[in-house]
Structure formats: C-alpha cells, structure tokens
C-alpha cells in the first residue's frame, strides 16, 4: 500500500529541506513539490496533509511564487509557515503589507487557548522568525492563534477550514517546540498515523526493483564504496542477487587501500558480484601536469564514462543501471524560481553515463536523504565502518592535491590523508564532523631536519562540521589531536615539513579546495 503522504509545497525558502527531515524524522513520508503542482495530481496520492513552505518574496511582489488556488478545496489540512502562511491568508481574503519593523532571529510567542496545534507547549515559547511583511489584517474568516511582541498575528487558524499559518519557523532547532508544533500538526491535524519506517521502506523499495527489473532482466552498478552506492547495490543485490554486476573503477585517486577494503566487504562477506577494474595508470596519463581544478574534473568524469562504458559491454544482456542518486540531488535540479543555481563546481557522478549508454535507470534512494539511507545501510546489516564513512568526491583525491597531478604527490597525500583519518578517529572526533581529510599544497617552505635544510611540501588539514554539506564550519579540534597529527605528518610522511590548519567554513570557502 502507498505510505501516507504530506506535500510540502516549495516557495523557495533555505528551510524547505529541513520541514521534510523533519516531517520524515516523525515517521511520516513526505515529498517536496513545486508550487504549482496541480490538485488533481494529488487527488490520486494518499495525501494526509499539505505544507507551505516560507519563502525569499512578498506576496504581492511581481513574479512571486504562487499555488493553484483550487489547493485550498482538497480537502485536506494545510499548514502555512511564513511566505506560506500569508499567501494562504491573501489568498482566502486577508490583507498582507510590509511590517514597520521586519523580524528576524528569536522571538517570544504567547499563545492563546485550546488548538491542537500548540499542544504541549508552553503558552510563552521561544520562536524564530524571518520575515519582513505581516497580515495585516485576519479576515473574519481567520482565528488569531498567538502573538509576539512586534506582530499581533504570528499565527492563526481558519475558522470553517483545516487552515493554520504560523509566521516563525518551526522547523529551525531555535524554534524550542517546533518539532512538537509540527508533530501535532502531522497526528492530531491530519490523522497520519507515522508509517514510514525503514523496515517497510527496503520491503516496498526490494519489490519496486523486482518488479522494475522483471523475472530475467540483468542490472549494472557503477560501485565506489561510497555509502549511497553500496546502499543502492545492496538493495538491489536484494532484489535480482546475482543478476546484478558492480564495477568499481580505480582511478589511482582513491585512499589507501581503499580498492582492497571494498572488495573484501562487498566482494568477500556480502557477495556481490564485483568486479574491480584498475585503470589507474590511464588515468595518472590523462592527469599528469594537469592542475586546472575545472580541467582535472573533466578529464576524471570523461575517463569514467570512457572505462565503464568498457567494462558495461563485457556484462552481456545488462539492460537496468542501478544509482545511488538522492533525493537532495532531486530537489536542486528543479527550484521554485527556475533555472539552475550558479554552477561552482562541476560535480561528478556517474548521472552522465546513462544517455551513452541507453540503460534504463534504477534509483532506489531517490527519494531519501543522506541520513535515511545510512539508516537503511544498517538496516540492511551493512556495518558502521561503511555505513558512517565521511563523503569522497567522484574525482577524489584529484581535488585535494592542488597544482600539478604525479603520482608521486598523490603518494605523500595518500599517505597524510590516512595519518589525518587515523588520528581523528582514534580520538574519536570523527562522528561529529562531516568530512576530515589532507591537502597536498603546491608549494614548498623551508624547514630544518638534524641539521640540515629542508625544502619540502606542506600539508593543510581540513576537517568540517556540517548536517548536508551545503554550508560547513571548520571543527574546532583538541590541541592534542592536532598535536598528534602535526607531529606524525612531518615525521612520518617522507617529502613532508609543514602542516598548517584550514580554518575557513563554508561559504565563503567550500569544503573540498578545488
Ligand atoms: P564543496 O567542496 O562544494 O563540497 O563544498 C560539498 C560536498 O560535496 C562533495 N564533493 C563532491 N562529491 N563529486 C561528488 O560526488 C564531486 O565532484 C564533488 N565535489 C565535492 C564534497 O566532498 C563535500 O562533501
């Protein structure tokens, strides 16, 4: 049976992504929609409920998103936040003007009786809002639900339909019962009942691919050790066993031993029919000298492609391409406001190869968050060592050993990238931190080793915090582990003088250097 479903309507808000964890945290399955999804396209789902999400414009303003208006007759509970809530009031017949003072951060909620909503918590709690218009005026039709200090109508109900709108946001961390707010919406508003849990999921997903793939079809996985991919892999490994082929490509730019651990894991205890294609000497070919960061990303994606395409020939009959893409990747390639955003790098992942190709797409996680499919990764009994690995890029160490590719720097990366990872996880800092790693710098200082001079590389240590990777800031690590590391890069990594830490978060900076 179809899982329960709340639609989020998206008007373009940074937050939209975190009303669905959220909503998806609760035990219930939610999809991020456009704005102008049309009602009758929802009238054959099992809608429970609809969100509207905040958003960057004022209504009234020129080109401002807007929804079909017939939303508003499925019949079903709508929760406005912020740009939401106001199109739904200017939309049901309430006044929205630009507010004297626009409000942004924390605020103080007073809520007044008896709704459902605001069960649970206290009548004065804690809010944060960023808007800079207000209703100005509730219609008759609206009930005002709570105040703060600058707005009189921070959130209201409409008096003959299932309609709240609340102009903080309470799916932040800083709104203090915001999951509780939005948990009573999901169960005592809209009657969900929370069936989206991950024992279903992989049941539902495992008969999805069955069904897909057919009693004889044969499926390809491009592998690369990578969380989402050995999910996908898994998953399908699950459905079809072994009619499925993982091809793993060494590029030369992986970790140490990293091609050696994914054979004995995948290959060795869980089965899969891998197969490990070294193509690394093409690779360092078509690399050497190379140090443009937008040359080396091309010519790592199109060698990809070139190999694989290789190696997918030799796999006869394989008609079904199995990726690990994720539903994140699915929301930005569309956006409320059109159009993509400003390309800073050129990602690469193995969503170029089908075109070429002409296999027909498996996408098992292409509705789950990062998160989720860790979740399913253990689920599915992969262990932690795999399941918790930090993000790699697709061109790998390539963009971490800035300047000119050899092998021989990409040897005293290898070598501080696994002092780095060793140190971090032997203190155990690594399960608060988003991705630890090693640059290789293209520069060489001065240093004194006995009593000589040395003229050697420098080593920058990177380590992150973030929840999604879209912005980061740098971990604050303990002076002792960072004492540690200094000390073995230097002593240890031959070519090595000087280790300096990256202390830049994201943006400005991004995560990897290239
Ligand atoms: P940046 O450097 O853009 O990275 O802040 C954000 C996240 O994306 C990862 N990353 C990549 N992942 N192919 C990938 O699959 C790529 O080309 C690529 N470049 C960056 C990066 O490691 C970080 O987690």
Redesign the pocket.
């Known amino acids: 049976m179809e899982h329960e479903l709340i639609g989020i309507l998206d008007f373009g808000s940074q937050t939209t992504q975190l009303i669905a964890r959220r909503v998806r945290e609760a035990g219930v399955y939610c999809e991020i929609l456009m704005p102008d999804v049309r009602p009758q396209d929802l009238r054959t789902r099992h809608l429970k409920g609809l969100i509207l999400s905040g958003g960057p414009a004022s209504v009234y303003a020129r080109g401002a998103p807007r929804c079909d208006p017939r939303i508003f007759e499925l019949n079903v509970p709508i929760l406005g936040i912020c740009y939401g809530m106001m199109l739904a009031c200017r939309t049901l017949g309430s006044r929205i003007t630009a507010a004297r003072e626009r409000e942004f951060g924390r605020a103080s909620l007073r809520i007044a009786d008896g709704t459902p909503l605001f069960d649970g918590v206290p009548r004065e709690t804690v809010v944060w809002m960023s808007h800079g218009d207000k209703v100005e005026t509730t219609s008759e039709e609206f009930e005002v639900l709570a105040n703060t200090e600058s707005c009189a109508n921070a959130a209201v109900r409409h008096r003959a339909r299932p309609l709240y709108g609340v102009l903080f946001h309470p799916e932040v961390a800083h709104t203090s019962h915001g999951a509780l707010i939005l948990r009573n919406f999901l169960f005592s508003i809209c009657g969900c009942r929370g069936d989206w849990e991950m024992a279903s999921v992989i049941e539902s997903s495992v008969a999805q691919i069955r069904d897909a793939v057919g009693p004889s079809g044969r499926v390809l996985c491009a592998l690369s050790g990578g969380v989402d991919s050995t999910v996908t892999a898994t998953l399908v490994h699950r459905a079809v066993e072994n009619r499925l082929t993982c091809v793993m490509v060494d590029n030369g730019l992986l970790r140490l031993d990293e091609a050696r651990q994914v054979k004995d894991l995948l290959g060795g205890q869980m089965h899969l029919n891998l197969r490990i294609v070294d193509a690394s000497a093409l690779f360092l070919r078509k690399l050497r000298g190379v140090s443009d960061p937008e040359r080396k990303?091309r010519i790592i994606g199109h060698a990809f492609i070139d190999v694989f395409t290789r190696e997918a020939r030799k796999v006869k009959g394989a008609q079904f391409l199995a990726q690990g893409t994720l539903y994140p990747d699915v929301i930005e390639s569309r956006s409320a406001w059109g159009g993509p955003s400003a390309v800073?790098?050129?990602?690469?992942?193995v969503g170029g190869l089908p075109k070429k190709l002409k296999f027909k797409l498996i996408e098992p996680l292409r509705h789950l968050f990062k998160d989720e499919v860790r979740h399913m990764g253990r689920a599915l009994g992969l262990p932690d060592t795999l399941v918790d690995r930090q993000?790699?890029?697709?061109?790998g160490l390539a963009?971490r050993c800035i300047g000119p590719l050899t092998r021989d720097r990409l040897d005293i990366l290898r070598k501080a990238d696994a002092i780095v990872r060793e140190e971090i996880e032997r203190a155990d800092l690594h399960r608060r931190l988003?991705?630890y790693f090693a640059v290789l710098l293209p520069v060489s200082t001065v240093g004194v080793m006995g009593d000589a001079r040395t003229y050697e590389n420098v080593i920058a240590v990177r380590a992150v915090e973030s929840t999604d990777?879209?912005t980061?800031d740098w971990a604050r690590l303990p002076e002792d582990a960072l004492a540690r590391i200094g000390s073995r890069l230097i002593n240890e990594v031959k070519g090595v003088n000087r280790a300096v830490l990256d202390i830049s978060s994201?943006p400005p900076a991004?995560?990897?250097w290239e």
């Open positions: 990303r800073i790098k050129t990602h690469h992942n993000p790699f890029p697709g061109p963009v988003w991705q990777g879209m980061a994201k991004t995560i990897e």
